[in-house]
């Protein structure tokens, strides 16, 4: 298997009857990181499949927009990021007919997610992750889990990095103020 290459990958992109070998490059490239970015916003396994799928489907319906003036990535993260706060937000109004506290409930569904096999350290760093803003959430989850630099964030989110690196800040201090008041 050839390595990635995303000229050759847009290439194919631009001819119908090579678009289809280039999605699937697409696919298989970036996947991984895509999921794991969705599962640390949503928390279950099968949530972050199905939200995977809805990314993609939306990328394929709309690859003939897709101007490459982005990064492919960019633009992949843009549309996984819309899915997990519209995914997110229909869930949070669900919830708060049901109870109080939506985030609860989203943390009861990960403690009894057979695919989440954290410790007790884990499942803090996600309840103090919980409490965080979506945005503020999805900068701390780019930065600190994928190493994110700051400028493709701007790209991804349309925002400055000097905001983005204020909000990394904030949400590291909220994370710290939270773990510290659970003794």
Sequence with gaps: MN????????????DESTQRK???????QYSEQLYWQIRRMVLSHDDANDLLQNTFVKAWMNIDYFRAEAKLSTWLYRIALNECITFLNKQRAMNTVAIDDPE????????????????QAQLMLQKALLSLPEKQR????????????????????????????????????KIEKFLEGID
């Design 138 to 173: 999805m900068v701390f989850n780019l930065k600190y889990y994928q190493e994110m630099k700051y400028e493709e964030m701007s790209d991804i989110f349309g925002t400055s990095v000097g905001a983005l690196k204020a909000s990394y800040h904030h949400a590291v201090k």
């Design 22 to 28: 280039g999605f699937e490059m697409i696919v298989s």
């Design 3 to 14: 390595p990635y290459n995303e000229r050759e990958v847009l290439l194919l992109l631009q």
């Design 104 to 119: 609860a409930a989203v943390v009861q569904r990960l403690e009894s997610d057979p695919y989440f096999s954290g410790d």
